[in-house]
Nanobody, 126 residues
Framework: QLQLVESGGGLVQPGGSLRLSCAAS????????IAWFRQAPGKEREGVSC????????AYPDSVKGRFTMSRDNANQMAYLQIDNLQPEDAAVYYC???????????????????WGQGTQVTVSS
């Protein structure tokens, strides 16, 4: 059974950067498509980015394009989300998620993904 654990969140000033990590265990990560979601207070969970093994990352909201970079390191069972120029609107709990049914397909819909981490909090404040 695949297990995911996020880390790397914290309190950052506007304009700062964070790299969020997603550590996988229990199965081989290259069997899965990996995605990042976020959920801010009072809002629904939102797809942020997605990456298969072979295709470039996909960024979904226009607001994150050019600032968020997703990568994966299958050999070390890791996925990452680099966030640059953080804005107050980026504050949320960030989750990584995985699905193995169609590992070469990305989607922003959370119900596609079976495996989820516990989330890591990103706070943006001056």
């Amino acid at each position: 059974q695949l297990q995911l654990v996020e880390s790397g969140g914290g309190l950052v000033q506007p304009g700062g950067s964070l790299r969020l990590s997603c550590a996988a265990s229990g199965d081989t990560l290259d069997r899965y498509v990996i995605a990042w979601f976020r959920q801010a207070p009072g809002k629904e969970r939102e797809g942020v980015s997605c990456k298969t093994n072979s295709d470039p990352m996909i960024a979904y909201p226009d607001s994150v394009k050019g600032r968020f970079t997703m990568s994966r390191d299958n050999a070390n069972q890791m996925a990452y989300l680099q966030i640059d120029n953080l804005q107050p609107e980026d504050a949320a709990v960030y989750y990584c998620a995985a699905d193995g049914a169609l590992p070469d397909r990305c989607t922003p819909h959370e119900r596609w993904f079976v495996f989820w981490g516990q989330g890591t909090q990103v706070t943006v404040s001056s």
